[in-house]
């Protein structure tokens, strides 16, 4: 009785502290995503080699992320959290710094590698907010975690934005001195939130990035809804990786230009997601509104390769809502598809599978870039990267469909019939 009162009851720690650490972080990558591109063409001759070396670099702070994620949250069962976070905060702000002041590309991808690293904490927030969360409090807390990231990451490309019209350097400045004062906050504020009793010793087995792939490869039951969820998850991030590249060769735009879209496509998303999924899972049903976002997706994609006009990106975005719904739709129908046992795990492994594409993606992007430099700004080719992820999507609504059918599942069944 008292063992169940003491594991229920929060223990101490600052939640806000997380929300706000989470926040930065996600607002000092978005701060560069508008001009870490301008950047790295100051130290090339020409957008080939721009597009071939933002690349490397992209794949590079993925790769990182990839290989930390796992060791960050192991270390910090070992240790304790507040340690953890704090390196975290620290590595960003070498990280932001380092880039602002390379003299080369070499300097770039020393920053990359410190801010790859030091990024992949979003697991020790969450341990974080569960150590000083009771049982009934921690789906809220971890609910307050994702609106600070997704607030965070839908605020930094238009802020970078606007300053990089004033100069390429300073969203580096601003990213570091956020994260420098969210550093000092944290070590003159923030308790430690896991008490030296509830910690468990470091295994190396516990820190490989790869067991996830391995697990999900286990998961026969499941294989298509897995390869589905990963051919989304991949052209996302092709997007993702590509977005600022593909407008600025096509259309001219600037920083300035390039972080108002990237605002109204987190907009879209967070209205989507935190506002509308719960009605239009009630009207289509979890199956239905995945295959729907997935098509939409699908021929979206296809609509910015072929744009010959920068507006024509904006109403692409505002008629591709449906899309922002897929992600969600297929998590829930993995998620029933599992044991209440394995739902930590699945979810786990679909991240960690996941980060994979943005070591993957970002090559392939920016090597299909590189490759149509030397083409008119409005040739077809130039739209390359699109026209992949216009294929993994119609790839992945063919296997979703498939899926389905094979299983018995119908289309149109309202979400509580596909429990």
């Not at 003491?6 to 000092?28: E, H, W």
């Not at 350097?169 to 420098?180: E, K, M, R, T």
Request: overall charge positive; charged content about 10%.
């Amino acid at each position: 009785m008292t063992t169940s009162a003491t594991l229920a009851k929060p223990r101490s720690g600052n939640l806000n502290f997380v929300l706000i650490s989470v926040f930065v972080d996600m607002l000092g990558i978005g701060l560069i995503v508008p001009v870490l591109p301008g950047l790295v063409g100051e130290f090339v001759t020409d957008p080939g080699q721009q597009a071939h070396w933002y690349s490397l670099l992209s794949a590079t702070f993925g790769l990182m992320q990839f290989l930390f994620m796992p060791m960050v949250g192991a270390i910090s069962d070992r240790i304790g959290r507040r340690p953890v976070l704090l390196y975290s905060m620290a590595g960003m702000c070498i990280n932001f710094l380092a880039t602002a002041w390379a003299p080369n590309l070499a300097c770039l991808f020393i920053g990359r590698v410190v801010g790859g690293a030091s990024s992949a904490s979003m697991s020790v927030a969450a341990a974080y907010a569960s150590d000083v969360s009771t049982p009934e409090n921690r789906a809220k807390s971890f609910g307050k975690i994702g609106a600070a990231f997704g607030f965070g990451f839908v605020c930094g490309p238009v802020l970078g934005g606007l300053l990089g019209n004033v100069g390429l350097h300073l969203p580096f400045y601003v990213a570091g001195a956020l994260s420098a004062a969210n550093f000092v906050y944290g070590y003159v504020a923030v308790p430690e939130s896991l008490p030296r009793e509830r910690r468990t010793p470091f295994k190396w087995d516990r820190v490989n990035p790869f067991g996830a792939l391995l697990r999900l490869a286990g998961r026969r039951d499941i294989r298509g809804l897995i390869v589905v969820y990963m051919l989304v998850s991949f052209a996302q991030m092709m997007l993702q990786t590509t977005w600022v590249l593909f407008t600025t060769f096509r259309f001219g735009w600037t920083p300035r230009d390039n972080g108002i879209a990237l605002f109204c496509v987190g907009v879209c998303s967070i209205v989507v997601q935190a506002g509308l999924l719960p009605r239009l899972i009630k009207r289509f049903g979890e199956v239905r509104l995945s295959l729907i976002g997935v098509a939409s997706g699908a021929v979206t994609y296809l609509l910015y390769a072929l744009a010959t006009h920068g507006w024509m990106m904006y109403v692409f975005i505002l008629c591709n809502l449906l899309s922002f719904a897929a992600g969600p739709a297929l998590q829930g129908i993995l998620s029933k598809a599992s044991s209440s046992r394995e739902q930590g795990e699945l979810m786990g492994s679909l991240q960690s599978a996941s980060s994979i594409g943005f070591v993957i993606m970002p090559m392939i992007g920016g090597e299909l870039l590189r490759a149509t430099s030397h083409v008119p700004p409005l040739d077809w080719r130039v739209g390359g990267p699109f026209f992949v992820c216009a294929a993994m999507q119609a790839t992945a609504l063919v296997v979703a469909h498939r899926y389905f059918r094979n299983h018995g599942i119908p289309e149109t069944a309202p979400a509580a019939e596909q429990a």
